[in-house]
C-alpha cells in the first residue's frame, strides 16, 4: 500500500513539472512562430518590393529591420532550446526513477509469486482452515488469503501502470531529442542566413559613407517636411476642437482650443474607448517600421526622428480602417495630394495619415473597422506605409499601447 502512494505522490509532483516546463516552452514557440512570420513580413513589404529607383539609406533601414528580427528570433530559438534541454534531463531522471521502481516492483512481485506457488504445494486453503484452532482463527486466515490475493492483484496492476508510463514517458523522451534537433538545424540556419544579410549591411554602410552629404541632405529635406504636415495637423486639431466648444449649448469654455467640451454620449464614447487601450485593432495589416516618438536615426549619429505616430508597412491597395467607433473631425491634404483622415472618440482623436484616396466625409459617424481611405503607395519605393497617430485632446500619445500587440 505504502508503494501505491509514493507512486501517485510522484507522479502529481512529475506532472505539475512538467506543466510549468511546458508553459514555458509553449510561449516560446509561439514567439519563435510569431518572429519567423514577422521576418516573412519584412521580405515581402520592405526587402522585396518592386523598387524604381534603390536609395541604400533605406535599404540599410529595412535590411537592419531584418536583422534585428532574425537577432531576436535567434535568441528565442535559444532559449527554447535550454528549456528543452531542462525537460530532456527531467525525464531521463524520472525514466531512471520509473526503471529503478519497476524492478523493485517487479522483484517484489516475483517473491509474492514464489511464495505463494510454495504455500499451494505445503497444503491446500482447505487444509489451512481446518487446521485453525478456532472459529475466530478461521475467519482471519480466511481475511488474510483475501487481502493477500488482493495485494498480489494491486502488485500487477501496479506493474501495468507503470510499464505503460515508462513507455509514455520513452517517446516524450524521443520526441524533445527530435525537436531540439530541429531546433539546432533552425539556429544555424539562421545564423548563416544573419551573416549573409550583416554582409549587404557592411556594403551598404560602405556606399552611403560615398555620399553621405547628399543622404544626410535628403533626409533632412525629408524630416523637415514631415514635421511641417504635423504642425499643421496638431493646428487642425485646435482649430477642430474650438469649433466644436463654440457649437456646444452651455459651454463655458467656448474659447478653448485644449479640450473637448463632451456631451453625455460623448463621454459614454470615452469610457468605451479607454476600456478597450491594448485591445483595439490595428488600422491595417503590416508591420512597424517607425516607432513613436523621438528616436536618434540608425546611420547618422547627431540626427534625430521625431515621429508623431507609428509608421507601419503594409501591402499595396490596403485600406485604412477605423479603430474604433467616432466621428470625422479633419480631413486633410497635403502636398503630392496625400491626404490624412481624423477621427473623434470622445476625446481621443485617430490619423489616419498618408492616404491616396477618402471615402469618407466631415461629420460621418463611423463604426469599428470602417474603411476609411487607401493608403499611399510610393511609386519609386514600391512601398505601401500609413502614418497612424493617436492624440488626446491636443496631447500625442503612443498607439503602440493602445492596439493589440501581435
Known sequence: MRHIVFYFSFLCLFFVGFSSFGQSRKALENKRKKLKNEIKQVNTLLIKTEKKKSNALDDL??????INVRERLIETIELEAKVLSKEIKSNEKQLKEYNNQLKKLKKEYADMVVKTHKSKSQQSKTMFLLSSESFYQAYKRIKYMQQYSDYRKKQGEEIIIKTKEKEKLNDSLIQRKKSKELLITDEKDQKDQIESDKKNQEKLVSKIKKQEK???????????????????IDKLIRSAIARANKNKKNNKKKSSSASFVLNAAEKKLL???????????????????????????????????????????????????????GKVLVIQTNLGGK?????????????????????????DVIKTGDKLGKVFTDKISGKTKLVFALYKNIVRLNPAHWIRSK
Open 339 to 363: 491626404k490624412a483622415v481624423l477621427i473623434q472618440h470622445g476625446d481621443y482623436i485617430s490619423a489616419y495619415n498618408n492616404l491616396e484616396k477618402i471615402y469618407v466625409k466631415k461629420g
Open 61 to 66: 533601414k529595412d535590411l537592419s529591420q531584418k
Open 214 to 232: 547628399k543622404y544626410k541632405r535628403d533626409l533632412q529635406k525629408k524630416l523637415k517636411e514631415e514635421k511641417r504636415i504635423n504642425a499643421r
Open 271 to 325: 469610457a468605451n474607448f479607454e476600456q478597450n487601450k491594448g485591445s483595439l485593432p490595428w488600422p491595417v495589416n503590416g508591420i512597424i517600421t517607425r516607432k513613436f516618438g523621438v528616436q536618434p536615426h540608425p546611420t547618422f549619429p547627431g540626427i534625430k526622428v521625431n515621429s508623431p505616430g507609428l509608421h507601419i508597412t503594409t501591402k499595396s491597395n490596403t485600406n485604412a480602417q477605423s479603430i474604433f467607433n
